[in-house]
């Protein structure tokens, strides 16, 4: 997010005041004791999903830990067992075998030790030859929030399904800051690498003032870490970089690579969780291995205006190598965008993202992300629409389907784009310029695209759009997902979510889009996966059978539906 000068300034003044009010420690997250163990006495199913990962009730934030072993899936995440703010934090357990569709097991980790008794905070498993899965996460020693790093075992190998976890007193904890490192800021560590040299190699997030860090720690035997003489990376007026995720990627084709991945056929990906934005911001660039630094590649922004996986409610993501298909899988976080007395009445907070798989896209300069395969499994009613021409002003249903549970994917096309607006380069904020120009306000080229969970008379509607502006040096596509009018209710947070789309229009005149819409889900995905937007959305009429979809345009060149495609999704089994 490129912020305003004026914005940027006083965003980092109130960071340095949080700060200093706080003595110096960085919030993890907003904590209401009087609210985070009151018991769920009844789930409210109006906005649950259907088919996006959540537990019966109750809170849950950072998914951890996934990973892929001996034929079933693994998922950890940050959970409350007692109530629906965020507090009493363990690490919940679920497994699959096809990633849709998961059964909850018993918690894996709970303060149980000195070392993590005031929490068992976010972390990572790495499967270590010869000794398996080990699970690395950040312990919480005292009430100042003092973290270290831990970690644990499972009980028996043999058990595929992992189901009882240990954290044994020797090593623990296995990595405590050093002098000049922040104690209180101090956490996340990544899936760990092994190099070439025989060391393993994971990182930990942190800061310096507003400098975001992450530092390196090796090992030999994967029990006792040295920290290197440098972090890996780091960025100042970033904040607090939580959740980091460094992984290789194939320069050319989709497939995925492990994690200790070597050679020139890669390039690096490196993540940070930035706290006081709360977006995921990512960088490509190269990992040189001989000076344990990673350095972006000049062609993105390294900082808040940077590269993001989404551009709307997503946070705290894990990726994983899966062996299985050969293939990098993506877990992020979506939260809610209620109160938390509505989340207190609702009984529950917080789902996951669909697991997405995620390669470099052809030019080098950016990810790309597309749903896991096995969602399309869930696809039950199948309806279309093609070489449908959209004037100023149409409005297009789509029928025949459950809009309110539905994946949809449509191609648009244009036949000339001498219409489109002049961009203005001071509209260098996505989010601004589409809460600039919404989905009701007339264009050249656009806006077009899909209005998700719209009522009869559109008085709650959420669109997801393009917008085209004729650039100096080539045309710039914005992509949004605006949730101002998603629904009646005037308490919760609303935003217009919105990013710019890399794609040259001067040789294909063609835009497609994803969206998978689940009740208060609509996460979007724009050509092909380049540009992706998570939002949360809380309609009051657009509710179950009232819930309408429609195809849009508003701008003065006509548009086609070259071709939709849209299904009725069945319920995933998550129990």
């Known amino acids: 997010m490129v912020l305003p000068k004026c914005r940027y300034i006083s965003v980092v003044f109130f960071a340095f005041v949080v700060l200093l009010i706080n ?42 830990g996934p990973m892929y072993y001996k034929g079933i899936y693994h ?19 679920s497994v699959s075998k096809d990633l849709i569709n998961w059964r909850s097991l018993e918690h894996a980790l709970y303060p149980s030790k000195p070392f993590d008794k ?41 058990d595929p399904l992992l189901q009882k976890w240990v954290k044994p007193d020797k090593f623990n904890p296995i990595l405590v800051a050093n002098k000049g490192v922040n104690g209180s800021a101090f956490r996340d560590p990544t899936t760990a690498w092994l190099s070439k040299d025989g060391h393993w190699k994971i990182l930990v ?7 975001g860090i992450a530092y390196l720690y090796r090992s030999k035997d994967f029990m006792n870490w040295v920290q290197a003489k440098h972090p890996i990376h780091s960025k100042g007026a970033t904040g607090m970089w939580e959740c980091p995720d460094f992984y290789p990627v194939l320069l050319r084709g989709n497939a995925g690579l492990e994690t200790s991945e070597e050679g020139n056929h890669v390039k690096y990906v490196f993540k940070n969780s930035l706290d006081i934005t709360r977006f995921d911001y990512y960088t490509v660039g190269t990992y040189f291995k001989d000076k344990d630094r990673y350095v972006p590649d000049n062609t993105s922004e390294d900082g808040w205006g940077g590269l993001r996986y989404d551009y709307g409610n997503f946070y705290a993501s894990k990726s994983f190598f899966d062996p299985s298909k050969n293939r990098r899988i993506l877990w992020g976080w979506a939260n809610e965008s209620d109160t938390k007395e509505d989340d207190v009445r609702k009984g529950w907070a917080g789902i996951q993202a669909i697991p997405r798989t995620v390669w470099l896209d052809s030019t080098g300069r950016q990810l790309v992300q597309w749903p896991v395969e096995e969602l399309n499994n869930l696809r039950g009613k199948e309806v279309n629409m093609n070489s449908q021409k959209l004037q100023m002003g149409d409005y297009v249903e789509v029928k025949g389907i459950t809009a309110a549970q539905a994946d949809v994917e449509v191609t648009f096309s244009f036949a000339s784009l001498d219409k489109a607006e002049t961009y203005d380069p001071k509209w260098v904020n996505a989010q601004d310029l589409c809460a600039l120009k919404g989905s009701k306000l007339q264009g050249g080229v656009g806006p077009f695209g899909l ?99 429609f195809v849009f345009n508003n701008g003065t060149e006509p548009i086609s539906v070259e071709n939709l495609k849209a299904w009725s999704m069945n319920p995933a089994d998550i129990k």
């Open 23 to 64: 003595n110096g420690v960085e919030a993890f997250h907003k904590v209401y004791p009087h609210l985070q163990s009151v018991s769920t006495i009844s789930v409210s199913g109006q906005h649950r999903t259907a088919y996006h990962f959540q537990p019966p009730k109750n809170w849950i934030n950072d998914p951890n």
């Open 75 to 93: 998922l950890f995440y940050q959970y409350n067992p007692k109530g629906s703010v965020w507090g009493n934090i363990v690490w919940a357990h």
């Open 118 to 158: 005031f929490g068992c905070w976010s972390g990572s498993a790495t499967i270590v030859p010869g000794k398996g899965p080990v699970i690395l996460y950040t312990g919480v020693v005292d009430d100042k929030q003092t973290q270290v790093q831990c970690y644990a075992i499972p009980e028996d190998l043999n």
């Open 205 to 211: 997030g942190s800061r310096k003032n507003l400098t």
């Open 451 to 549: 209005l998700t969970l719209a009522s009869q008379n559109f008085e709650e509607f959420t669109p997801v759009f393009f917008r085209i502006f004729k650039g100096p040096d080539k045309h710039v596509v914005l992509l949004c997902s605006d949730a101002r009018s998603s629904s009646l209710k005037s308490s919760m947070y609303k935003p217009s979510f919105a990013g710019f789309v890399d794609v040259d229009l001067a040789t294909k005149r063609k835009l497609s889009l994803r969206s998978l819409i689940d009740h208060s889900v609509v996460e979007s995905f724009g050509e092909g996966g380049k540009t992706n937007i998570l939002s949360r959305v809380y309609p009051q009429l657009a509710v179950a059978n009232q819930a309408q979809l």
